[in-house]
């Protein structure tokens, strides 16, 4: 399916922060991301860059002390009036989970009940979201876990007695199973070894034509994002540096710590390359660097960067945020956020 340009959720300004006893740690700042019906949003970056936090804000499952400072979630739903998420009460976010947005986690393990069935676990959301009978539901069960190449007959199965394989795929099976319009997934190959992550990956993409919703999909891995994403956001320090177009960003990376991060990976295709690690840690986010956070390992730093926000700049390839592309920022917000476009 070509992805549409309508818009199924947009995210303005958004930002959190980790409170303590001290000072808050800003944990994501300011991010504007928009993702189009029927389109697979990659979001990757190194480990502690924010993503996870991005994500369990948009989809509201913070949990303290982590709080959406800022911001806006806006869901366009294929039926009905956009609701911005972050205003919505529990019992209205209930109403949407599961019908409008799923959530298909890091490690299955986790994300299934170990002393429930799987059969009991699918008929339980199936009844109470689809206001189906005991028979219809495990009927829909199995034709769920049919669609992730799962036989009928592990319904009975506990999770523990399923291969780490067929645990993330049923989870994949449990997300879809109130047809949702969004599927959040935060490395949901993480825990399978290769072989698996490329035939979870084929699902995904065969049940994504099929049913039509749309993917924001998290990873560490920029090669595997090429397998699966339409547009990429990278994420570094709290922030989006760049977006643009899956291959345009990987074969043409704009902004340095793309570039740093694509040659971090092997690719999974074309010639073999040498791979190079990024030099340095990634910033502890208490006190980030000023000017460019990444300016400290960045190769192509020059004058201004290390004390002024590049501002993100937007044209036909995408959005980056770096004075390389844009020149020194005219005006960088007192707080040291980038100023908004
Ligand atoms: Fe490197 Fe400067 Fe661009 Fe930051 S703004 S990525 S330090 S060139």
């Known amino acids: 399916m070509t992805p549409s340009p309508t818009p199924l959720l947009t995210v303005r300004d958004l930002t959190v922060d980790y409170y303590d006893q001290v000072n808050p740690v800003h944990a994501v700042r300011g991010v504007d991301l928009t993702l189009h019906r029927g389109e697979t949003l990659g979001i990757v970056g190194e480990s502690g860059c924010g993503k996870s936090t991005l994500v369990t804000a948009v989809t509201r499952l913070l949990r303290p002390p982590a709080v ?35 959530v298909v986690l890091q490690s299955a393990m986790n994300a299934l009940n170990p002393v429930m069935r799987l059969g009991t676990q699918f008929t339980d959301v199936l009844r109470r979201h689809r206001g189906l009978s005991k028979r219809a539901a495990q009927e829909r069960a199995a034709e769920l876990l049919a669609m992730v190449g799962i036989p009928a007959d592990r319904l009975r199965s506990y999770a523990h007695e399923l291969s780490g394989g067929m645990r993330q795929r049923a989870t994949i099976a449990l997300a879809l199973a109130c047809d ?105 986010l208490r006190t980030p660097p000023t000017g460019c956070a990444f300016h400290p390992r960045c190769p192509h730093r020059f004058a201004p960067c290390d004390h002024q926000t590049p501002v993100p700049t937007d044209d036909e390839h995408g959005t980056v945020a770096c004075h390389l592309l844009a020149g020194p920022a005219p005006t960088t917000r007192e707080d040291g956020r980038h100023a908004r476009t």
């Open 180 to 284: 949702p319009d969004l599927v959040v997934m935060d490395e949901p190959t993480t825990a399978v070894d290769v072989v698996m992550q490329r035939q979870i990956l084929r699902q995904v993409a065969r049940l994504k034509a099929e049913l039509g919703f749309s993917v924001v999909f998290i990873t560490h891995d920029l090669s595997l994002l090429i397998e699966i994403a339409d547009r990429i956001a990278v994420m570094y320090a709290g922030e989006v540096v760049e977006t643009g177009p899956a291959r345009r960003l990987y074969t043409d990376p704009r902004h340095p710590y793309t570039a740093a991060l694509r040659g971090a990976f092997p690719p999974l295709h074309g010639p073999r390359r040498e791979i190079a690690g990024i030099p340095g840690s990634p910033p502890g």
């Open 68 to 102: 959406t400072t800022a911001g806006s979630v806006v869901l366009h739903p294929r039926d009905g009036a956009p609701v911005d998420l972050l205003r919505l009460t529990e019992r209205e976010l209930n109403t949407l989970r599961w019908e409008k947005i799923a």
